[in-house]
């Protein structure tokens, strides 16, 4: 793995790869839940509270350089940054997180502590279905895919260090809003095949009459055939 100029080559990976694209990364999120409690490291006790749901990556892919593990989806995690480094930036993180023999694509965010709390309130409310960021981050991308159009999906990749494993990517939150989700279409009513309409026993009368009246005059006919048939005889 060598970085000249700016660009990224990898040993048995064709063409380079570089950072500064000019578009930013998007994400979006829904069915987020909340997860409560605490932990102890190093004798000091850790607010644990956190968000979890699954994102998506809207538009692009993500992958890693040299190991692909391509996907649109990935784990997500929110936290509220500590008390003491809360300031006004939302922080991104992604990575790539062993999960028995294959490897997962994650990512954290880490909220002001009252952004956060804003958000786990409106999601406990219902108005926090759908969460969307934007960010700037310092993924890679195909150099020749550096200046892509809008319209034209491109793959950001997590870097790799010299031991090949994958480098964690970093990012600052530009935009960051959640709305209620869009309720289902509703279902189209099952089509109920109408009864039969009941018959008209005037009706139901006149039809059968008119059958009968038929009848006689068909067997008259008949009669009347046999009587010139016989006196032709």
Known sequence: MTVSEGRLMVSGVPGSFVQG???PLRLEAEALQPVGGFALRESVLHDERRLEGVARVVADRLDRIGAPIAGEHLALTIRSLPESASGQRILLGIEALADGES???AATLWLPAAAFAALREDLRQGQAGLVSLSATTNLWVADGERDSPPDRPVTWHLGVSQDGSPTPARGLVESLSWR???PPE????AEIEAAPAE???AETAAEALARLNWTVRQMTLVLVFLLIVIALK
């Open 180 to 182: 209620a989700a869009t």
């Open 199 to 201: 018959e008209d026993p």
């Open 21 to 23: 694209a000019a578009r």
């Open 103 to 105: 490897e997962r694509l």
């Open 186 to 189: 509703p279902e189209a009513p």
